[in-house]
């Protein structure tokens, strides 16, 4: 069975912990600031995208079950390789619906 992510949290530019839900396509909605814009816009990130996107805040999955997963292993500053697992079944879990 895929493992399905529920939320992705992480911490913005002010060190404010921010959460982002999974759509019913499996996607992330974020607002993304545009580069030489004023506005910022929302769109709809894959789980790789969006964990690229705030890696360097801490980001956490919370699975469907309500477990956690820290995305990063501490100090290293490398991906942990259950939650690349993870993001990667969940993507083509939704993928391939």
């Not at 004023?38 to 789980?47: E, G, I, K, W």
């Not at 964990?51 to 805040?57: I, M, P, Y």
Request: aromatic share 6%; charged share 35%; hydrophobic share 35%.
């Amino acid at each position: 069975m895929a493992t399905q992510i529920k939320s992705i949290s992480f911490l913005d530019t002010k060190d404010k912990r921010r959460r982002a839900h999974a759509d019913m396509n499996g996607n992330f909605p974020v607002m993304v600031s545009g580069a030489g814009t004023v506005r910022d816009y929302r769109t709809r990130l894959t789980a790789k995208e969006l964990v690229a996107r705030v890696f360097d805040g801490d980001p956490v999955l919370e699975l469907i079950d309500r477990s956690r997963m820290r995305v990063r292993q501490g100090g290293t500053g490398k991906m942990r390789v259950d939650a690349e697992c993870a993001i990667i079944s969940h993507d083509e879990y939704y993928r391939d619906k």
